[in-house]
């Protein structure tokens, strides 16, 4: 079984999440990708999504599902989306496809926020995937600076700009033992708009495709 077969899978899984009638939530990535394809099949049962970026809006409309503002809808139930790291906790990591700004906005007005991955996403400690940091462009080198200070090596993520029209810097060496301390440290530095830390507001259920098939952690 290949790690997209996982993913699938964990997608999949998430559709039984989804309630008649509702706006659903959808984040962005290959996983989400998954569930957007899922969901096509139930799109009958609900009355749209809100999406957690561009691409994602795309591919929903493509699949005929109708995409909603996120101001014009009163509450959202579910919001489904993957992951790039995991702890136990249900602290992620994300942004490694740079939507993390809108991601974190969809996932704030969630009620429950069901994240999708293979296993490979679970790990002890968060930090060995760079952590994403979308920064305001002319704030760049001093936020790397405040980065640098904080023991992380921040990267510029070349030729990316975001949904947002920002940049990410993607920071490397942080080995991140408390997640909700340094999301909310981050949150403090001008310039960052937004970081990729989903610790304050963490998943509410992981579902994991594993070669068993899917685990779920709550
Ligand atoms: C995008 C994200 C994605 O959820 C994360 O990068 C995981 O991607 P994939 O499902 O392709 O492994 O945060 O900004």
Redesign the pocket.
Known sequence: MTRDDM?KMAAEAALEYVEAGTVVGV??????NHFIDALARIKHKIDGAVASSEATAQRLQSHGIPVLDLNAVDELPLYV????ESNKYLHLI???????TR?KIVAAVSRTFVCI?DDSKLVDVLGAFPLPIEVIPMARSYVARQLLQRGGRPVLREGFVTDNGNQILDVHNLEILDPVQLESELNQIVGIVTN?LFARRPADVLLLGTEQGVRKLT
Do not use: H, I, N, P
Request: hydrophobic letters at 25%; glycine letters at 38%; charged letters at 25%.
């Open positions: 993913k984040g962005t990535g290959s996983t989400a989306d993957g992951a790039d994300k942004g490694g496809g740079g939507a993390l991601e991955a990729g």
